[in-house]
C-alpha cells in the first residue's frame, strides 16, 4: 500500500477514521473526505493527508472530489465510501422523509463512487469499497429501509463489478454487523440494547470500527487483484451462523 493513492469517503465516522488511521499507518498517500469540516481538516492534519468537504448525495460532487484527485495525484488506486446511517422502524411507522434520507446516505452516495470510479479509474484500474450491513442479508426486524439501500448497493456493486471488469477496476463490499461507532451509540452504549444485539451475533459480541475498518484495507489492497464482486461479511456470523 506505500504510495498508494486511496480515497477515504466518510472519513471522520467511526469505521471512516479507523481505515484512513492505517491506511496511513501503512504509508498511502490519503485523500479524505466529508461533512464535519472541523474534524476532518483535525484527521487530515494528523494523518498528513488531503481533505475536502462536500455533501456525497451529490454524485457530481463526489465525481469532481474523485477526478480532482486523479488530477493531483496522477492516479487513483482505492475509493471507500464508509458513509452511512441507521434507522430502526418498521414501514409503517417510516416516514418518507426519513425513507428518502436513508437512500441517499446510503445508496446514492455509493452510486456517486461507482460513477467517479468508472470514469477516473479506467486507464489505471484500482479498488472501489462499498458498506452495506448484515440486514441486507438476513431478515431482522425494523429494518426495512436500511435493508433495502444496502441490498441496493450490494447488486450494483456486482452489476459493477462485470461493467469494468476489462478495465481492471474491482468492486466489492464489506457487510458488517452492529459495530461499536458514534453512529450506535444509542444501541452499544445502551446495557440492555447491547446485551440483546451481542446476542444476536454468534460471536456473542459487536464489531469494532478497526475490526471492519481492516477488511476494507484488506481489498483495497492491489495484492488482492483477482478480488471483485464480492460481499465479505464482518458480522461475528450474525447473516450466515445459527447460534445454539
Excluded at 480515497?7 to 499507518?25: D, E, K, M, P, W
Excluded at 429501509?145 to 448497493?153: N, P, Q, R, V, Y
Excluded at 461499536?180 to 452499544?188: A, C, F, K, V
Excluded at 440483546?196 to 495484492?223: N, Y
Aim: aromatic share 4%; charged share 20%; net charge neutral.
Amino acid at each position: 500500500m506505500q504510495g498508494s493513492v486511496q480515497l477515504v469517503l466518510g472519513a471522520t465516522g467511526g469505521i471512516g477514521s479507523a481505515l484512513a488511521r492505517q491506511l496511513a499507518a501503512q504509508e498511502a498517500q490519503l485523500v479524505l473526505a466529508g461533512r464535519d469540516e472541523a474534524r476532518l481538516a483535525a484527521l487530515g492534519r494528523d494523518l498528513g493527508a488531503s481533505t475536502r468537504v462536500f455533501d456525497a448525495t451529490d454524485t457530481d460532487a463526489t465525481v469532481d472530489w474523485v477526478h480532482s484527485a486523479a488530477k493531483e495525484f496522477g492516479r487513483v488506486d482505492g475509493i471507500a465510501n464508509c458513509i452511512g446511517s441507521l434507522l430502526l422502524k418498521p414501514g409503517h411507522l417510516t416516514k418518507v422523509e426519513e425513507w428518502d434520507h436513508t437512500i441517499a446516505t446510503n445508496l446514492t452516495t455509493a452510486f456517486g463512487v461507482v460513477r467517479a470510479a468508472g470514469r477516473a479509474m479506467r486507464k489505471t484500474g484500482g479498488s472501489v469499497v462499498l458498506l452495506s450491513t448484515a440486514a441486507a442479508s438476513i431478515g431482522l426486524p425494523n429494518h426495512e429501509a436500511i435493508a433495502a439501500a444496502k441490498a441496493g448497493i450490494e447488486g450494483m456493486a456486482r452489476s459493477a463489478a462485470s461493467t469494468y471488469a476489462r478495465e481492471q477496476i474491482r468492486f466489492n463490499v464489506v457487510a458488517p454487523g452492529l459495530t461499536r461507532t458514534p453512529l450506535t451509540t444509542h444501541i452499544t452504549g445502551n446495557e440492555a440494547a447491547a446485551a440483546a444485539s451481542s446476542a444476536m451475533h454468534p460471536l456473542q459480541r459487536f464489531g469494532e470500527a478497526p475490526e471492519v475498518a481492516s477488511a476494507i484495507r484488506w481489498l483495497l489492497d492491489p495484492d488482492q487483484a483477482f478480488v471483485t464482486g464480492q460481499v465479505i461479511g464482518v458480522d461475528g456470523g450474525l447473516a450466515r451462523v445459527r447460534s445454539r
